[in-house]
């Protein structure tokens, strides 16, 4: 297998219009042409490989039969999209996946008139698929018109409350809109949960074979055009609705299940479909994560993510890693504090590998709950947890923890619930972009009275900060980190219980103080090693906590500098504000004090290395250098000396 296969049929289609021509037999060519187009891309760019190869024939039919981008495909969660990129003007820079400049990883509206709406979290398909169907029905206008809308959404992604709210709704409305059922037994993790249970028998109390029957007969039947009239449609979706009573009850006319990798099933079912329906009907497509490239096929995760790959083999390119992830030095901390007490647990909404509750949910399985993609959920049963006399950790990827904030408030805040927040994914992430990037847990957490906010600087202040979490009942904590290595710094023998509220000093110098929150600490020693190649030698502290603030290190800092700059890998509203704010409450500005306070800019910033992004965010050691030159006045090197 070449890194460029072979693709005839593939090659002659710029967009979905140039699809309209081809025949059944062509159809099932191009799906073939484009599984390997779209694993030869990932091989080249990491990504998300499994769940793409999952929907290749499903792309080909709703691109075929639908009328895109008039017509609104809507990708759930989206990170099965790059088929349907190749397919829709892209297949020029489909080799730019998630880097700097190029394709995101995810739909998205900037990029692309097929991408009516972007995505990058679970759940929000079917809602958006109905604001379309009442746009149309109201008249509303937009440059590629409205037609048809049409959700696809994976069977995890259904198990969210928000798709139910959103079934619930257009039941109600009874507009004619297409949900897609996605059905591959396998998101991200294995799915948990009744709906999971409840799909699984749909397809097993009657025999799939016999259906496939069905819709083989069916096919002759199309799409001349429908031979024996909508009659003989209409038997035929009948005919096929084995079950679905559950989203019957919710308005919701249901078809399957369907062989998602059958075109002989998906093509007459869809063209029925979208002749004759008239409300909201469910199609159940069962599909296989990974389909067609054995290494995806064969590895538990069915390919969700890899980096860069040899196509052949499937090996994985990934550099020789010299310093712990964050991520498993928590998930390893975790499992040694559930050894020493059976009153701690874990939950997670499903992510237990991406937070590092792998091997705790294998030790100790019965204290280890991954809830599905249920952040509101999963909040409120960790508060549960607590109330019940438990140690729970609630660990969930900060992007996703923003799913649970009005339960962070009024679940465990207001009653002062001893649940410890694990917040994966801090500050900028890379390759996923603004989507996935942590940029604001800071701020929604330290606005909150009674929460400890802590972040570590390093993997051995993480070490320290889930052991001060667990051994803290007097009410919330949380402790942030970002994804990726460690620093490398050595390892300690024996964690620390951190004093609630107290900062440490890593370094005395003169005139500028730098205050760092976070893994930014690393940039701003560099930065202090450059200046004092100047001449200026600032001090530097670790914050450690964004609440409670340390006042007395803080109000010390003041009184000894001329200067003092936060640094923080988050938005505006958080750490720095609060320092501001105490510093203002003391008076400290009446004098002139200089203050300056370094954070995310306001704006999202799209996927890049997350160098490249801190360099784009001003957050790297030459912007702290010279944050510290322009607030001592230091316009260039020799014009003033400290």
């Not at 140039?18 to 990491?46: F, N, P, Y």
């Not at 429908?226 to 449609?233: D, H």
């Not at 006319?253 to 009907?281: C, E, F, M, N």
Request: aromatic fraction near 6%; charged fraction near 20%; hydrophobic fraction near 40%.
């Amino acid at each position: 297998m070449s890194d460029r296969p072979s693709t005839p049929l593939l090659d002659q289609i710029a967009r979905p219009a140039d699809m309209k021509g081809l025949s059944d037999t062509q159809l099932v060519q191009l799906a073939h042409e484009l599984r390997q187009e779209t694993i030869s891309a990932v091989s080249t760019t990491g990504g998300h490989l499994g769940a793409g190869l999952g929907v290749v024939e499903l792309t080909v039919a709703l691109h075929a039969v639908f009328n895109t981008p008039r017509d609104k495909l809507i990708w759930d969660v989206s990170h099965q999209s790059y088929p349907h990129k190749i397919l829709t003007e892209r297949r020029d820079r489909i080799r730019t996946l998630r880097t700097k400049g190029g394709l995101s990883g995810f739909t998205k509206r900037s990029e692309s008139p097929y991408d009516p709406f972007g995505a990058a979290h679970s759940s929000t398909s079917i809602s958006a698929a109905l604001g379309f169907s009442v746009a149309r029905d109201l008249g509303g206008v937009v440059p590629e018109g409205l037609g048809e809308a049409i959700a696809v959404i994976g069977d995890g992604a259904m198990s969210a409350g928000m798709a139910f709210e959103a079934m619930n709704n257009a039941g109600h409305l009874d507009k004619r809109m297409i949900v897609i059922l996605n059905d591959n037994e396998m998101s991200i993790a294995p799915p948990v949960g009744a709906l999971s249970s409840y799909l699984s028998r749909l397809y097993a109390e009657e025999p799939f074979q016999e259906l496939k029957a069905v819709a083989k007969g069916a096919a002759s039947l199309l799409p001349e055009p429908f031979r024996e009239g909508a009659k003989r449609a209409k038997d035929m979706l009948k005919g096929m609705a084995v079950g679905g009573t559950m989203f019957e009850s919710l308005g919701f006319s249901y078809i399957g299940p369907i062989d998602g990798h059958d075109l002989d099933q998906l093509l007459p079912v869809l063209r029925t479909v979208k002749a004759r329906a008239r409300g909201p009907i469910l199609i159940h497509v069962l599909t296989k994560k990974g389909k067609g490239y054995a290494p995806a096929e064969t590895a538990r995760d069915k390919g969700h993510a890899t980096a860069k790959f040899d196509m052949v083999t499937g090996e994985q390119k990934k550099a020789p890693s010299n310093a712990p992830s964050y991520t498993g030095v928590f998930g390893d901390e975790l499992v040694k504090l559930a050894v020493k007490d059976d009153k701690i647990c874990a939950v997670t909404a499903a992510m237990p590998d991406g937070t590092g509750l792998s091997l705790m949910a294998e030790r100790y399985p019965s204290r280890c709950f991954d809830v599905g993609i249920a952040e509101q959920h999963g909040v409120t049963f960790a508060a549960a947890l607590a109330a019940g006399g438990m140690k729970p950790f609630c660990a969930m990827y900060s992007t996703f923890l923003q799913r649970g904030y009005d339960q962070v408030v009024h679940d465990v805040a207001i009653q002062r619930l001893p649940v410890r927040f694990a917040i994966d994914r801090a500050g900028l992430v890379g390759a996923d972009g603004a989507t996935h990037a942590g940029s604001f847990d800071i701020g929604f957490m330290s606005n909150l009275p009674g929460m400890v906010v802590m972040a570590a600087a390093d993997e051995a202040e993480l070490v320290h900060m889930v052991h001060t979490a667990a051994a803290h009942d007097a009410g919330p904590i949380a402790f942030r980190y970002p994804r990726g290595e460690g620093e490398g710094v050595e390892m300690p023998e024996e964690p620390q219980l951190l004093e609630i509220g107290k900062g440490r000093m890593i370094q005395t110098g003169k005139r500028v103080a730098l205050l760092s929150f976070g893994t930014r600490l690393g940039e701003t020693r560099k930065a202090a090693e450059a200046l004092s190649a100047k001449g200026i030698t600032p001090t530097i502290a670790d914050a450690r906590f964004a609440k409670p603030l340390d006042r007395e290190m803080i109000l010390n800092l003041v009184a000894d500098h001329e200067a003092l700059i936060t640094i923080e890998e988050g938005a505006v509203g958080g750490f720095g504000s609060h320092v501001a704010q105490l510093l203002a409450d003391e008076g400290v500005f009446d004098a002139g004090f200089k203050f300056r306070s370094m954070v995310l800019p306001d704006t999202f910033i799209d996927q890049a290395s997350p160098k490249d992004m801190y360099e784009t965010a001003a957050m790297n050691a030459p912007q702290i250098e010279a944050k510290v030159l322009e607030v001592l006045g230091v316009a260039s090197i020799g014009e003033k000396r400290a």
